[in-house]
């Protein structure tokens, strides 16, 4: 049996014991202390579990998969057993569980790393330069193709709408009017309020920028003048583009 | 010959693992450059082809045909060779497998946009915010029930604190890594080739969900590789005598997993199981210890009764549903009664006659090469349990394809693809280029790599018609292709100013958006047994449609004008209940959606354009 490679083995005793550390803090402070990190709970686990209990060196793809898989099963198994915990799912309870699993494991793992009984198979990989620019290459291509796609969507997701809402308030508040400008352009907006019994209300929004909201308080109703308000709002953009919308609300007296 | 060596005078460092055994081993990497970068020139010809899909280009198609072409041909002449190493093989399985999932996140790399993606949104929201399990989701009602995805995505969440976006694609693609792992290693144990391993490896990415359906957020996604790794766990368990404690505790536990994360793939595990162990008893007396397959079985059989039950249960009446619609409809299609469902026809852009061309030739070279793989697979030899468990599965396969002929049993075959694949690559391989010889199979490369592509490419045209494997402009009634600005902005907008879970009619397109990002709460036949669909088509609000109104406790009507304009791609605008569903031939008319302007005891709220909103709340205590 091959001695164990101490490097492989201090790294990967540091990686456990940092895992095992920021699983504690998360349990005390309740908050995500793994941060970016927390992605080592899709490996860490698994790993640590198949060196305690696996057979022999397992070679690289029995190795991964059983990391890997083995992280995977028991992220499913410990977010079902923190949900179902009368304290619920939160970052102590999936860290006390994961703790818990990952204690056990890391005990056996040690124990058995002690009396040598862990081996590791060092790989070595020959790359030749070609390999190593066609690697290069591919990788750079498919990142490329990747940002192509991304800007592709973020493109497609740019909006030229306008959002007109009016809300019924909360008792004892005014209604409120609210438009938002999805345009992708700066716009400029009236709105025309028909009142039954009243005069028609003319009111000029303003001008305002994409993404912006923009609220305004209704006038309040006459209580002696019943029936639904109709409220008209055109937009106006530079280019020349509008946008009208309409409501019809039923605002509070 | 003069590229071949250039290939490998070009790519080669070192010879091979076994040149010099005294030595430590070291790994040719031969080829594998060759793959990233054929690899990496099909992303980027894919990338383009959605961004031209985006626009309705005319060369989306093609260029979206080469690059799946430049990913797959290589890898798949590669894998037939009898030259490359285990680890080769395995590493170009991986390399392919995950570039096809980053096909599918390409299609939208910023945002959720099937359908299904949002349903699970919604369950792993409700398990974030109230920190426990079974909420009730109306997108979806038995997905509460199976919380393995979202409880694992929670879990991931709150320990990272990452957005639920990178999170969900970067466990799917953990999920796609094990799922070819798992592949990979139990086609290898069974047949003892790693050849054969990666080719089926190949046939099995030829299922008809693997580019899209099982690339999503979704709780199959999940359990699907969960599943291959306990099968695989077991094999491993049982070929070590029992005495291995990892693999019989993460067959174990990957059963349980399993069983929490989805129901179909959980009793189709259970069946697989089962049968296994009965066989094995029956079959392999004097070979390995067969008690670990039978405490897996027994252990499936007793977790599933325990959840089923418990919590289950609503996943027996929702399966019945499915399986016993499509079984039904399948009689009536042999018996005369209905017509069979035309295949490739949709309202949406039609398949190009090559790719019916391709997907027909494909299940044909399926079908004849079926008789012949199960044959190779039992004579000559005593074959195991599991072998013959494949077989049987594999003869399952005709009778997943006479379901395509109906409409409710089209995605039951889909699904079924999922499974019945692995047993078609593993004896489709064996028989291909295993070691045992066949006097009746191809054995030149120059015709398995064709028809191993024709097969892949097959499967791809049939899982997905073009509008659903690339992106583009809105469509009515299309899935993801209905997913676009304004209805996020809608959602988002209800859950900000109106509060969460209100009771609302949407068109399936603005229910999942408004179920998932609104947290709204969106009212149909399928969550309350109400025919809401019946108030959006009606001409006029009459006492039918009041009394439904008034029974679901409808606060909210959501109307895309959009509707109005053309017949969903897919089948029907709010759900499957809906009158004259999947026989639209003229839009549902304007004036249907328009109908609640101006009626006494409603209010119109909101207005984005496409999208009004009107508060019927007062509408049931206005009208005799």
Not at chain 1, 51 to 73: D, K
Not at chain 2, 20 to 43: C, E, F, K, Q
Not at chain 2, 154 to 170: D, H, R
Not at chain 2, 460 to 479: C, I, K, N, T
Request: proline share 7%.
């Amino acid at each position: 049996m091959s001695l164990p490679d101490p490097r492989s083995r201090v790294a990967a005793t540091l990686l456990i014991l940092v895992t095992l550390g920021l699983l504690a803090v998360q349990l005390v402070t309740n908050q995500p202390a793994l941060g970016g990190v927390g992605l080592v709970l899709l490996l860490v686990p698994g790993f640590v579990v198949s060196q305690a209990l696996g057979p022999r060196p397992l070679g690289w793809p029995e190795g991964l998969l059983t990391t890997l898989g083995g992280s995977l099963v028991l992220a499913v198994l410990a977010g079902v057993i923190a949900a179902l915990l009368p304290h619920g799912l939160d970052a102590s309870s999936v860290a006390a569980v994961e703790l818990v699993a990952l204690s056990a494991a890391s005990t056996i793992w040690l124990v058995r790393l002690m009396g040598h009984d862990v081996t590791w198979g060092r790989l070595r990989i020959s790359v030749g330069p070609g390999s190593l620019l066609l690697v290069v290459v591919g990788l750079a291509l498919g990142s490329a193709g990747f940002i192509v796609a991304v800007r592709g969507a973020q493109d497609q997701t740019h909006t030229s709408f306008v959002q007109l809402w009016s809300v019924p308030p909360t008792s004892g508040a005014d209604e409120l009017l609210g438009v938002r400008n999805l345009t992708g352009l700066a716009i400029d907006c009236e709105a025309v309020i028909i009142r039954p019994g009243q005069p028609e209300y003319d009111w000029h929004i303003g001008a305002f920028a994409n993404g912006q909201s923009w609220l305004g308080q209704l006038p309040r109703r006459d209580r002696s003048s019943p029936g639904l308000w109709q409220i008209s709002v055109h937009c106006a953009a530079p280019d020349g583009s509008t946008f009208d919308r309409r409501l019809s609300i039923d605002p509070p007296a | 010959m003069i590229g071949r060596q250039a290939i490998h005078r070009l790519t080669t460092a070192s010879r091979t693992e076994h040149a010099h055994p005294r030595r430590r081993p070291r790994v040719s990497v031969a080829w594998r450059p060759v793959i990233v970068a054929s690899t990496g020139a099909g992303l980027l010809l894919l990338g383009l082809a959605d961004d031209q899909a985006r626009i309705d280009g005319p060369a989306s198609l093609p260029l979206f045909w080469a690059g799946i072409l430049l990913m797959v041909g290589p890898s798949t002449w590669r894998l037939v060779s009898p030259a490359p190493s285990r680890n080769e093989r395995m590493s170009i399985v991986l390399i392919l497998g995950l570039a096809l999932y980053l096909v599918k996140v390409m299609v939208s790399p910023i945002a959720f946009s099937l359908p299904d993606e949002f349903t699970h949104w919604r369950t792993l929201d409700d398990i974030l915010s109230s920190g426990h399990l079974f909420t009730d989701n109306p997108l979806l009602p038995i997905s509460p029930v199976f919380p393995g995805l979202e409880a694992a995505t929670a879990a991931a969440k709150v320990s990272s604190g990452l957005g639920i976006f990178p999170l969900a694609m970067i466990l799917m693609g953990a999920a796609r890594v094990v799922t070819m792992l798992s592949l990979f290693l139990l086609a290898a144990t069974i047949t003892g080739s790693a050849r054969v391993a990666g080719i089926a490896s190949v046939i099995y990415m030829a299922n008809l969900s693997f580019l899209q359906f099982d690339a999503q957020f979704s709780y199959e996604s999940l359990a699907i590789p969960i599943a291959f790794l306990a099968i695989w766990a077991v094999l491993c368990w049982s070929r070590h005598s029992g005495r291995s404690v990892l693999h019989g505790g993460l067959a174990l536990a990957a059963i349980a997993a399993t069983t929490v994360t989805h129901h179909l793939t959980s009793l189709v595990l259970v069946t697989f199981l089962v049968t296994w162990a009965v066989l094995s008893l029956v079959r392999d007396r004097g070979a390995k210890p067969r008690w670990p397959i039978v405490v897996a079985a027994a252990w499936a059989v007793a977790v599933n009764t325990v959840w089923f039950a418990t919590v289950g249960g609503l996943a027996i009446t929702y399966l019945n549903i499915i399986v016993r619609g499509g079984a039904d409809e399948l009689v009536a299609v042999l018996t005369g009664a209905t017509a069979a469902k035309q295949l490739f026809v949709s309202a949406g852009p039609a398949v190009p006659p090559p790719e019916k061309v391709v997907a027909y030739a494909s299940v044909l070279l399926l079908l004849l090469a079926l008789p012949f793989m199960l044959l190779h697979a039992v004579r000559g030899r005593r074959p195991p349990a599991v072998v013959l468990v494949l077989g049987l599965a594999a003869m399952l396969y005709p009778v997943s394809l006479a379901l395509r002929f109906t409409v409710a049993g089209s995605e039951t075959s889909q699904r079924a693809s999922e499974f019945l694949f692995v047993a078609l690559g593993v004896l489709g391989a064996d028989w291909l280029v295993g070691s045992r010889p066949s006097r009746w199979r191809p054995h030149r490369r120059q015709i398995v790599v064709p028809i191993l592509l024709v097969v892949f490419a097959g499967g791809l045209v049939s899982g997905d018609p073009p509008q659903g494997r690339l992106p583009g402009p809105y469509h009515v009634g299309a899935e993801q292709r209905s997913i676009e600005p304004e209805g996020v902005a809608t959602a988002a907008w209800a859950l900000r100013e109106l509060g969460p879970n209100n009771r609302l009619i949407a068109d399936r397109t603005n229910a999942k958006l408004l179920g998932s990002i609104g947290a709204q709460y969106p009212v149909t036949s399928a969550n309350q047994h109400l025919g809401t669909a019946y108030v959006m088509f009606a001409a006029t609000i009459g006492r039918s449609e009041l009394d439904i109104i008034r029974r679901g406790a409808i606060k909210y009507v959501v109307v895309d004008l959009r509707l109005a304009s053309d017949v969903p791609v897919y089948r029907y605008y709010f759900e499957a209940a809906e009158p004259d569903a999947g026989q639209h031939t003229t839009p549902i008319p304007l004036a249907s959606l328009q109908k609640f302007d101006g009626l006494p005891g409603v209010t119109r709220i909101y207005d984005s354009g496409d999208i009004i909103i009107y508060d019927v709340s007062r509408l049931v205590d206005v009208t005799p």
